[in-house]
């Protein structure tokens, strides 16, 4: 007979745990790392598997295989099982709901070749509970099938070495030193005063300036901006005096039409380009307004 299996090292408080609840028993399959439920694992109906790291603790991978639906979810699942490739993690399997419809021979017997397993297809009823522990390569550590659709499977194997205790919290901080006052600034000298500036020396008496036109010839050619030939004899209105500040523009004539309001309609209306042609500009100048010639 092949030898007894090595007895389990001594129970501890930390492990992994697997509870199976079939359709009529709660419908769940749940996973326990050292009493803590792990979440967001598989958790579908049929077959659900879980790998946990041996050393660490921590989810290495997970799948689950519908097998109620359809054989071929049972033919995945024994493909998955051959490949696996992680000595030393635990393999925790859980159902729920209904897993045993669709499992056939080569899937009872993956269970029993990679994980030990010893449910069979007369032990595994339907809509049964079944919960399983085992590390790759066969080696069976906890395994229950629920006796009756209305009990609840547990596999619990906990024997491993717990992680140490958190450290205890850091001691507060010590109270910040308070602040070094600034140090006051060196007291400053008065500045000598200032010594007032020379006295502008007064411009030189200014040159006689005027025009040598008429003042109003003069400003018509201001407005015109025909200044640059005219400064020989409007030097005042076009500012050219050396010593004397530009004088003020000349005022702006009133804009109007001279002709008055209806004669410059009338002629707007009867006679084309009236406003815009060469040949009647000089009857348009008597509309300045209404041709928009203002200045």
């Given at each position: 007979p092949p030898p007894s299996p090595p007895p389990p090292p001594p129970a501890s408080q930390c492990g992994v745990g697997v509870q199976s609840a079939g359709k009529l028993a709660g419908n769940y399959a749940r996973f326990y790392v050292h009493g803590a439920q792990l979440t967001g694992v598989s958790n579908g109906r049929g077959l659900n598997i879980v790998l946990v790291s041996g050393t660490t603790f921590e989810v290495v991978e997970h799948a689950w295989f519908d097998t109620f639906t359809s054989s071929d979810e049972a033919d995945a699942m024994v493909s998955y099982l051959e490949a696996l490739s992680c000595p030393s993690?635990?393999?925790?399997?859980?159902?729920?709901?209904?897993?045993?419809?669709?499992?056939?021979?080569?899937?009872?017997?993956?269970?029993?070749?990679?994980?030990?397993?010893?449910?069979?297809?007369?032990?595994?009823?339907?809509?049964?509970?079944?919960?399983?522990?085992?590390?790759?390569?066969?080696?069976?550590?906890?395994?229950?099938?629920?006796?009756d659709t209305s009990e609840v499977a547990s596999a619990d194997w906990m024997h491993a070495a717990c992680p140490p205790p958190p450290l205890p919290p850091l001691p507060p901080p010590s109270p910040p030193t308070p602040p070094t006052p600034p140090t006051p600034p060196p007291p400053t000298l008065p500045l000598p005063p200032v010594p007032p500036p020379p006295p502008v020396p007064?411009?030189?008496?200014?040159?006689?300036?005027?025009?040598?036109?008429?003042?109003?010839?003069?400003?018509?050619?201001?407005?015109?901006?025909?200044?640059?030939?005219?400064?020989?004899v409007c030097e005042l209105t076009c500012a050219e005096c050396a010593s004397l500040p530009p004088p003020p523009p000349p005022p702006v004539e009133a804009c109007e039409d001279k002709k008055g309001k209806k004669w410059c309609k009338k002629k707007l209306k009867n006679v084309k380009g009236f406003c815009t042609k060469a040949k009647h500009a000089k009857k348009a100048r008597r509309c300045e307004k209404?041709?928009?010639?203002c200045r």
């Open positions: 993690c635990y393999v925790l399997v859980g159902a729920k709901d209904e897993a045993s419809s669709s499992l056939t021979s080569a899937a009872y017997s993956a269970l029993a070749s990679v994980l030990g397993a010893t449910v069979t297809a007369d032990t595994l009823c339907y809509r049964c509970s079944y919960a399983l522990v085992s590390r790759l390569g066969g080696e069976l550590l906890a395994e229950e099938v629920g006796a007064p411009l030189p008496p200014a040159a006689q300036c005027s025009d040598t036109q008429a003042t109003s010839w003069c400003a018509k050619k201001l407005r015109k901006s025909l200044c640059h030939n005219n400064m020989d209404r041709c928009s010639l």
